[in-house]
């Protein structure tokens, strides 16, 4: 069965600092990678999502995520956070056949310090 | 704003009691999902409505149901509830059901059955 490991449940990091968010996924075929966000009171937006082809992947708001296949993991990075980049990140795998089957981590909470 | 609208926002009832949930979906999208999210549980598939029809189901409990009116709007009814039922629940919508899209996620709806 599928299913998506998020190591980090609370991660605090500087404003102006590098981030890496961690995702580890098992699936048996090519999977579909998506890294959403929650913002505090709001619901879940799309930052980018991988399907085939380049394994570095470019988002919004400066993320971007990289696909290694050998190592069953698709990391969110942004090279300088921005405190209006606190949030819960969720990263979340499954097959073409629709999001019924897309199975999502239990997110990382990204608190932003001055 | 994703353009999916979730009523009510906030809602306290007690064990026993019956509410239901709705979800006003992006103008054009037919698909509807629901999903529950609890602090222990992430984010759980419930399921998914296309264009009116049930097209699956996920981690759904006997005493929860949903349908899709003509209109699309979609209702969750959650029936004999109890105490593990308080979650945040969300609706989300998508143009179609293939999963190699972005999922529109409501604000969601925060149920808290005392």
């Known amino acids: 069965a599928q299913s998506v490991t998020q190591p980090d449940i609370h991660i605090t990091v500087s404003e102006g600092a590098s981030l890496e968010l961690r995702c580890n996924y098992s699936y048996g075929a090519t999977p579909y990678l998506f890294w959403y966000v929650q913002s505090p009171g709001q619901g879940l937006q799309l930052l980018l999502k991988y399907f085939s082809g380049d394994t570095l992947v470019q988002g919004i708001k400066g993320f971007e995520a990289e696909f290694k296949r050998s190592q069953s993991s698709f990391n969110l990075r942004k090279p300088s956070v921005h405190w209006s980049d606190a949030a819960e990140y969720f990263c979340a795998v499954g097959p073409s056949g629709g999001y019924q089957k897309v199975t999502f981590g239990i997110g990382t909470k990204l608190q932003v310090i001055p | 704003d994703s353009g999916v609208t979730q009523t009510p926002k906030h809602l306290i009832t007690a064990t026993g009691q019956r509410v239901t949930l709705r979800c006003s979906p992006r103008s054009g999208d037919l698909s509807v999902y629901w999903y529950q999210q609890s602090l222990d549980q992430g984010l759980q598939f419930l399921i998914h409505y296309y264009n009116g029809e049930e097209r699956a189901k996920g981690n759904i409990l006997e005493r929860f149901s949903a349908q899709q009116f003509p209109d699309l709007h979609s209702e969750l009814n959650l029936s004999s509830l109890e105490l593990g039922d308080s979650a945040l629940y969300f609706c989300?919508?998508?143009?179609?059901?293939?999963?190699?899209?972005?999922?529109?996620f409501g604000e969601g709806s925060r149920l808290t059955v005392l």
């Open positions: 989300a919508s998508s143009p179609t059901t293939v999963g190699n899209g972005e999922l529109f």
